[in-house]
């Protein structure tokens, strides 16, 4: 039976405000028949779902969401902007409120039975204030308060209601139920005055102006948390210049097919990944690979789409457009690895579900504990309102996800492509690294030194037939052989039968011949004796044998360099505590001094695929947490085998690349980033944890009045309401801390 077939949606969500929110969409989603995961974010504000269309298509899953008392839309029918929701007024209306809170406590001093130093103060300064008869104070600020109330707090009130419709409770049910009792309290003594009681108009107006100046500085914090993946949505021009017959015309994007003729003037971005075919130029490809020195492009070489055209006009041939384009892959990628969970949510997601629950049993304990203890209803409603106010499941919501999300964009904006947060986790604990000799520490395009045969055939007809045969496979070792066949200007046939052989070599059909070009295990493989008397090759130096109608022709010696940068990264490896070594399938002659070079000890060569992967396995088998670092396709084995693996991306394909990140440079250094990235980021996320924790369990007990009997110290309610409001934008603002954070300085490698 064939498998059903899935697609994948992000629906934009609105009216999120918390974790116990972000529980009650994925748990809506997941009960619709047809979805297979669904995952919200509740940093961006939207829900990613593979689903089955034929049993739930998008709109079913929209309504599912409307269901549970919140909405979503379309993706066709949302912008990028859509997807964050926002409240442009949000801070004129903190501001507003609280501005009216301070003069309702003002207007209220003179009801209160208790007379202080301040209100003396202001019995002197406002006389008429103190003369105003009680009732006029108390009905001004019941009408106000009703006004501002449905003003301001509309939205929270509504969304209330709608969990309260649903069964659900969050962060909403905390604020309306809290200012909704005072409220009504506040009401019932301007109606009834002679019970005495206690009027909390103020607290009310100022617990939705702090609740709103939160909720405004924490949507400002989130976007800045993703500024990152909107400055790669940005880079994507809209138009593009099309050549046709030497005429330039400028089409939308939309219209540009692959083959078309593109120029790109200087101070444009290039609008998609094409090949440059007249013209010379240099490009910034910064945001795309973190790479910030400017490159040079000539005909015949790549460009990439989002990158910044310096100083030259080039006329290039669009390949890859719209969703294929490199851009447009890192932008999936980031978007995708933003939204995921990370193993250490799971103690947010466990504490939501129970919070809300908890901290209405605890308020209502709180107001049963004060009337018995008091006697005073006035008492026991401001400590239950502050019980109810100062609790916040937000912190603890965002705590994960937000340094989640700014680790992900800062690590895109060096070069760093995490693929979600468990893969970050699991590279912050690693403690030894394996490492991969060509194209990783090494430059990757090995050059031809020499080429010496073995029967009757000339050497450029063996280079020609090699060219042949090599010409459609990726290995370093292939490029040597047809870049040197281009350099003497030799021409090949089209091969047939070309079978890769992973770690060994290939075989092909050339000219009615059949070629093997590759190790000397793959020459054992296919019976073929390797001739005698023959000099090994020099240190440093990859020999590649070639046979021809199984008889041995010739052997081609390459020799690749160390990167620039090589042994300072693996110095700095070393340095963060982790145990380096090398894996090869290269011979030891040729990996020995590399290793020596990049300063590794421990080197094992001659290993084919399956042999790097059981290495790796016993590693872990001797209790260490391995890191794989290596080509993302012909490594694809041991970078899923390791705790680890990171891919050094071709830029080709991203979505094809195999492990837990990539890294878009080729370029060793980035691995030491990219670690120390991961643990910077898991001490934030522990931190954030430790603080919505801590603030919740000594915060509630203290608007609860633990410090009463001791101190005679009391929470008052609008306190508590500005220490909910700050407490989330605290998490944010540490998370916003990895916006900043730059790798450190190499260290110099060690002589050996």
Not at 3 to 16: A, D, F, H, K
Not at 329 to 347: C, W
Not at 601 to 613: H, I, Q, R, V, Y
């Amino acid at each position: 039976m064939a498998p059903t077939p899935t697609e994948s949606v992000t629906l934009p969500v609105v009216g999120m405000t918390c974790a116990a929110c972000q529980r009650h969409v994925e748990e809506a989603l997941r009960s619709t028949a047809g979805v297979s995961s669904a995952r919200v974010d509740l940093m961006a504000h939207r829900a990613r779902v593979e689903f089955d269309p034929a049993i739930a298509p998008p709109e079913k899953l929209v309504a599912a969401i409307r269901h549970a008392g919140y909405d979503a839309v379309l993706p066709r029918a949302a912008s990028a902007e859509s997807a964050r929701e926002h409240d442009p007024g949000s801070a004129r209306k903190a501001w507003i409120m609280l501005s009216a809170g301070a003069l309702a406590m003002i207007l209220a001093m003179p009801l209160s039975s208790a007379m202080g130093p301040v209100d003396h103060a202001f019995m002197r300064a406002l006389p008429w204030l103190y003369s105003a008869p009680p009732q006029l104070l108390r009905w001004t600020l019941l009408l106000s308060t009703a006004i501002l109330l449905v003003w301001a707090g509309r939205p929270i009130y509504v969304n209330a209601w709608r969990g309260l419709l649903h069964r659900t409770t969050n962060m909403n049910t905390l604020v309306s139920l809290g200012t909704g009792v005072a409220f009504l309290y506040s009401a019932y003594a301007t109606l009834l005055p002679r019970t005495g009681g206690q009027v909390y108009f103020d607290a009310v107006l100022l617990i939705l102006g702090f609740l709103l100046l939160g909720k405004a500085l924490e949507a400002r914090a989130k976007k800045r948390a993703l500024a990152a993946l909107d400055s790669l949505s940005r880079m994507k021009p809209v138009t593009a210049r099309r050549v046709i017959d030497e005429v330039q015309t400028l089409v939308p994007l939309d219209e540009i097919r692959p083959g078309d003729s593109v120029l790109v003037l200087p101070g444009e971005r290039f609008p998609v990944d094409a090949s440059v075919i007249e013209g010379r130029t240099t490009v910034d490809e910064s945001m795309l690979t973190g790479e910030s020195t400017p490159l040079e492009r000539a005909p015949g070489q790549r460009v990439l789409a989002g990158s910044l055209n310096y100083d030259g006009a080039v006329t290039c041939r669009a390949e890859s457009l719209g969703e294929a384009t490199v851009l447009a892959q890192i932008t999936r990628m980031v978007e995708q690895a933003q939204g995921s969970r990370a193993p250490m949510e799971r103690l947010a997601d466990r504490a939501s579900a129970i919070f809300v629950p908890i901290v209405l049993s605890l308020a209502l304990i709180t107001c049963i504990a004060w009337l018995i203890a008091t006697h005073s209803v006035s008492l026991a409603l401001a400590n239950t309102v502050a019980v109810l106010v100062i609790a916040c499941p937000c912190a603890m919501g965002l705590a994960v996800p937000a340094a989640l999300t700014v680790a992900v964009g800062r690590g895109a904006q060096l070069g760093v492509l995490f693929k979600g947060g468990e893969a970050l986790e699991r590279l912050s604990n690693l403690n030894a690294i394996v490492l991969d000799k060509t194209g990783t520490l090494t430059v990757g395009r090995p050059v031809l030194e020499a080429i010496h045969p073995l029967g009757a055939y000339s050497a450029n007809d063996l280079l020609r037939i090699a060219a042949s045969a090599e010409e459609r496979s990726n290995h370093p070792l292939a490029h040597a052989i047809v870049d040197r066949a281009r350099q003497d200007g030799l021409a090949w046939p089209t091969p047939s039968d070309v079978q890769v052989l992973p770690g060994r070599g290939l075989t092909a059909r050339v000219e009615g011949r059949d070629c093997i070009l590759g190790n000397a295990a793959l020459f054992a493989e296919f019976f073929v004796p390797l001739p005698k008397d023959i000099a090994p090759p020099q240190p440093g130096v990859t020999r590649l044998w070639m046979a021809l109608d199984n008889t041995p022709a010739a052997y081609f010696d390459a020799r690749d360099a160390l990167r620039p940068d090589g042994a300072e990264a693996v110095a700095g490896l070393r340095r963060s505590g982790l145990r380096v070594l090398m894996l090869t399938g290269d011979s030891e002659a040729a990996a020995a001094p590399i290793a020596k070079q990049a300063g590794i000890a421990e080197l094992e060569s001659g290993l084919d695929p399956a042999g790097k992967l059981a290495r790796i396995r016993t590693l872990q088998q001797q209790g260490l947490r391995v890191g794989m670092v290596g080509d993302g396709i012909n490594d694809a084995g041991a970078l899923a085998q390791a705790d680890a693996g990171i891919a050094m991306g071709t830029g080709a394909d991203l979505a094809q690349e195999a492990g837990d990140v990539l890294l878009l440079r080729a370029t060793p250094a980035a691995i030491p980033a990219a670690l120390d990235l991961a643990r910077s980021t898991l001490r934030v996320m522990r931190q954030n944890l430790a603080w919505a924790v801590a603030y919740n369990i000594i915060g509630i007990p203290l608007a609860a009045g633990a410090l009463y009997p001791a101190f005679h110290i009391l929470l008052s309610p609008w306190i508590a309401a500005a220490a909910m409001a700050f407490s989330s934008v605290s998490v944010l603002a540490n998370s916003l801390r990895l916006r900043r954070w730059r790798p450190a300085p190499l260290p110099q490698p060690v002589t050996r």
